[in-house]
């Protein structure tokens, strides 16, 4: 179910929502699930230096294998977007890991 509208959506799409509500849940914000979440709420506002970015990643990788099953993650990258707003990009590939056979997945996330 969208969690904004509440229309049924597709098993790649729910995916996709969970995965971002993952990734923008600061851990220990959950009341019933302390440990839900991902560290990048906290990193986001750091400097993007080669240390915070293997952080960024590594969070990612690690909050994603954790809550999210349905993928086994493969790699994730981070860029910065062209222009001066200063905003990064998550990329994620990975495979489903709930359906057998099924292609490659491949994400782009604006953070």
């Known amino acids: 179910m969208n969690q ?3 229309e049924a959506i597709s ?3 729910d995916i996709i ?3 971002g509500r993952i990734l923008s849940t600061r ?4 009341v019933h699930r302390r440990s839900f979440g991902s560290r990048l709420p906290e990193l986001q506002d750091t400097p993007l230096t080669p240390r915070n970015a ?3 990643i590594a969070a990612t990788a690690g909050a994603l294998r954790r809550w999210e099953d349905r993928i086994r993650v493969e790699r994730v990258r ?3 977007q062209d222009g001066a707003s200063g905003r990064l990009t998550l990329s994620i590939d990975g495979h489903r890991t709930d359906i057998p056979g099924k ?9």
């Open 4 to 6: 904004y509208t509440g």
């Open 11 to 13: 098993e790649a799409d």
């Open 17 to 19: 929502q969970s995965i």
């Open 27 to 30: 851990i220990g914000t959950r």
């Open 54 to 56: 293997i952080l960024w």
């Open 78 to 80: 981070l860029s910065m």
């Open 103 to 111: 292609p490659p997945i491949s994400l782009t996330i604006p953070t």
